[in-house]
């Protein structure tokens, strides 16, 4: 981890911009936004979300056709998976975790996710700073990375492969323009000619 540290400080400290081994690294520490108020697990989990843009993240690298499927599990936690085709062979790919509510808060789930080019288990934060449930959630993660450092992964869904204009027009206007997160940041998830075998 030392070593990261200095690989990260060095980066920031000649202007390579925030983006550093494929995951957006910003300096201080992690800002405490609002979630969804009144949030209801039981209608977000329903179903399928489809991934329309995201932020770089480690367990998702080179991956389209992404989705995130939440089920409750028998262990009494929530299994969350993200799951995707690699843009590398065409494979099908899949990184499922075990996701708690954060600290009793219903919109914040803490998700124990295995990331198997680290050949670790990480703690990722994902929290639904909005949802109407039926079409779009914003889903927004902070870690600290180093001293001085945190992780930000931020993830646009819907319940579609596409977002209709004007709800995608309404999120980047409320979070990205005039909200707390950077639009420059986002990679928009190819969603096209995708099997069914996800």
């Not at 707390?180 to 998830?189: D, E, G, Q, R, Y």
């Amino acid at each position: 981890m030392a070593n990261l540290c200095v690989l990260i400080s060095a980066f920031m400290a000649v202007g390579i911009p925030s983006l550093v081994m494929g995951q957006v690294v910003l300096p201080g520490e992690c800002p405490k936004h609002a979630t969804q108020a009144r949030f209801n697990p039981a209608q977000f989990i329903t179903s399928r979300w489809y991934e329309i843009s995201r932020y770089p993240s480690a367990f998702e690298d080179d991956t389209r056709c992404s989705v995130v499927d939440i089920k409750p599990s028998k262990q009494g936690a929530l299994k969350m998976t993200f799951k995707g085709i690699s843009t590398v062979d065409g494979g099908a790919t899949a990184a499922a975790g075990n996701a708690y509510f954060d600290y009793g808060e219903l919109s914040k789930f803490l998700v124990q996710m295995p990331v198997i080019s680290w050949n670790t288990t990480v703690d990722i934060r994902f929290w639904i700073i909005a949802t109407d449930y039926t079409n779009y959630a914003v889903a927004w993660s902070c870690d600290p990375l180093c001293t001085g450092f945190r992780r930000e992964q931020l993830w646009v869904l819907g319940k579609q492969t596409t977002l209709p204009a004007e709800t995608w027009e309404t999120i980047k206007s409320q979070f990205f323009t005039k909200g707390p997160f950077k639009a420059s940041n986002l990679t928009p998830v190819d969603q096209k000619d995708c099997p069914s075998i996800l």
